[in-house]
């Protein structure tokens, strides 16, 4: 079963930046894209971002576009979240998500198969 492990929340005050990490655990992980996400207390999972694996074509909300920026490196499995100019609304607990079927927009949480644990993200205003 592969795991996704995710590093890199704290908490940050407001125009901060972070950078979240989300490794498979596995290096022979074979995935069509991974995500991310993120869950305020009361409010559904939304949809921040999203990198096909081949091809590297990356998709934002809104709410984070010219912000945040969704990178990979293949050779380590790995995605990376770089959050630039961070809000108190930003605040949440960020999940990765991986996908290994056929991924269409890569917006809706049922496209993924694993995810990771969550890290929290505080920006304190």
């Known amino acids: 079963q592969v795991q996704l492990v995710e590093s890199g929340g704290g908490l940050v005050q407001a125009g901060g930046s972070l950078r979240l990490s989300c490794a498979a655990s596995?290096?022979?992980?074979?995935?069509?894209?991974m995500g991310w996400f993120r869950q305020a207390p009361g409010q559904d999972r939304e949809f921040i971002a999203r990198?096909?694996?081949?091809?590297?074509?990356?998709l934002y909300a809104d709410s984070v576009k010219g912000r945040f920026t969704i990178s990979r490196d293949g050779a380590k499995k790995t995605v990376y979240l770089q959050m630039n100019s961070l809000k108190p609304e930003d605040t949440a607990v960020y999940y990765c998500?991986?996908?290994?079927?056929?991924?269409?927009?890569?917006?809706?949480?049922?496209?993924?198969?694993?995810w990771g644990q969550g890290t929290q993200v505080t920006v304190s205003s």
């Open positions: 998500a991986a996908a290994v079927g056929t991924l269409y927009s890569g917006t809706n949480p049922g496209e993924y198969t694993y």
């Open positions: 596995e290096r022979s992980f074979s995935s069509t894209g």
């Open positions: 990198i096909r694996w081949v091809g590297g074509t990356t």
